[in-house]
């Protein structure tokens, strides 16, 4: 403490009381600090009379050409610029929380998730949504599409066939974007290419085939090819139910009978294992990204599209 200084006890400083000490320091001037604040110069010059009692320190001198700050005042300049500062910091955070999107996304995943490049697409998310938590379940095509319909899901992954597409018809209820459109190919065992090149479905129905339930994506293209009503007729001899890619793939290997594989599989498992490709038969699907269309503008949703968007185009 200065000598003969007086003890200061701690008093509220108003912040428009840093800012008229903060601009005629900066101005040299009341009346021009004034006018940048938009106040009168006795409201300026009350304020400086209230900071300096506060501090009890001298902070101008009058000179020809103004107001000058003395060395207390240049001492206190810095620290009520930083006070000011933190206050608009602060401000703007609060009004940033307002628009700030907090929840938990909860997303269905089909697939492996390199096909669904779901590393991108959360790595998107997290970076452009922070307060978003997410959910991720690993499913079968139509349990992701029934689960978003119970409300279990948000969002989810979805195999819509072009052939037979989800929600065609306008009004639809849901909000489904294709992303990529891939082949399956028909992926017989080693030593099969007699019976599988150069044959057409109806020859391939008699040949036994693996089934799955009815939730995936494969009982939908082989509803369309095989059955009553069907581009065939006829139904073929299914020889197994199996709900993973994974082991159908074990059981094509093992000579069980045939499977609908994407043809980047299929093509992987003839280079290396002599699997054999049906040449003459393929059936398109849409990986798409689906949502209740009354849902998609809510604020999680809405962030989940816009991921998305980034890392499909």
Known sequence: MKPG??????????????????????????????????????????????????????????????????????????????????????GQAAAGLHTTVRGTLRIGTILDPEFIRLGAFLKQLVETSPQVGTELRQGMSGN?????????????????????????????????????????????????????????????????????????????????LFGPGSLTGVEPRRVALVDQEASMLDLVRSGVGLSLVRDSIAIREAQARGLVIADQVALECDLSFVCLAARADEPVVAQAWDALDAVWG
């Open 144 to 224: 992701v599409l029934a689960q978003i319909d119970s409300g279990d899901l948000d969002v989810g992954f979805f195999l819509d066939l072009p052939q037979d597409p989800v929600d065609a018809a306008p009004g639809a209820t849901h909000r489904l974007r294709p992303l990529t459109r891939f082949t399956y190919r028909v992926l017989a065992p080693a030593g099969w290419g007699p019976q599988v090149r150069g044959k057409d479905w109806r020859a391939l129905a008699a040949l036994p085939w693996l089934a799955t339930p009815a939730a995936s994506a494969h009982h939908r293209l082989q509803r369309r």
């Open 5 to 90: 200084a007086r003890s200061i006890l701690p008093t509220r400083i108003d912040p428009q009381t840093l800012r008229a000490f903060a601009s005629v320091a900066r101005e040299g001037s009341v009346s021009r600090a004034a006018a940048r604040l938009h106040l009168s110069q006795p409201a300026v010059s009350l304020q400086l009379k209230t900071l300096t009692e506060a501090t009890g320190l001298p902070l101008f001198t009058r000179t020809p050409q103004g107001m000058a700050l003395t060395a207390d005042g240049a001492a206190l300049l810095p620290l009520a610029d930083k006070a000011l500062s933190a206050l608009a910091d602060f």
